[in-house]
């Protein structure tokens, strides 16, 4: 199994910017796609991005695209979730999953999850 530990979580207002980061222990990350989800109260949790196992491919949903930007340094073990554009109803937890692959935008191919970092946005 592979540990995941996201940070860059934060309250910011509507418009602005946040990096979150995913590192990764255990395994060897590169075995690994990566993704990112988020779960606003009372709602599922959704696909945001995801990014295949060399960062050559990635994925993202609707209502992310040309804001969100997925990236991974397998050097340093990390996947990282760049949020320009913020706007409140990105407002939720995420979290980071790791995977062998599949469908990068559903959940259920993905078998560790992290713990989540809540990202508020303010209007």
């Known amino acids: 199994q592979v540990q995941l530990v996201e940070s860059g979580g934060g309250l910011v207002q509507a418009g602005g910017s946040l990096r979150l980061s995913c590192a990764a222990s255990g395994r060897t990350f590169n075995n690994y796609a990566m993704g990112w989800f988020r779960q606003a109260p009372g709602k599922e949790r959704e696909f945001v991005a995801a990014?295949?196992?060399?960062?050559?491919?990635?994925y993202y949903a609707d209502s992310v695209k040309g804001r969100f930007t997925i990236s991974r340094d397998n050097a340093k073990n990390t996947v990282y979730l760049q949020m320009n554009a913020l706007k409140p109803e990105d407002t939720a937890v995420y979290y980071c999953?790791?995977?062998?692959?599949?469908?990068?935008?559903?959940?259920?191919?993905?078998?560790?999850w992290g713990q989540g970092t809540q990202v508020t946005v303010s209007s």
């Open positions: 999953a790791a995977g062998y692959g599949g469908s990068p935008s559903s959940r259920w191919d993905y078998m560790n």
């Open positions: 990014i295949n196992r060399r960062g050559g491919s990635t």
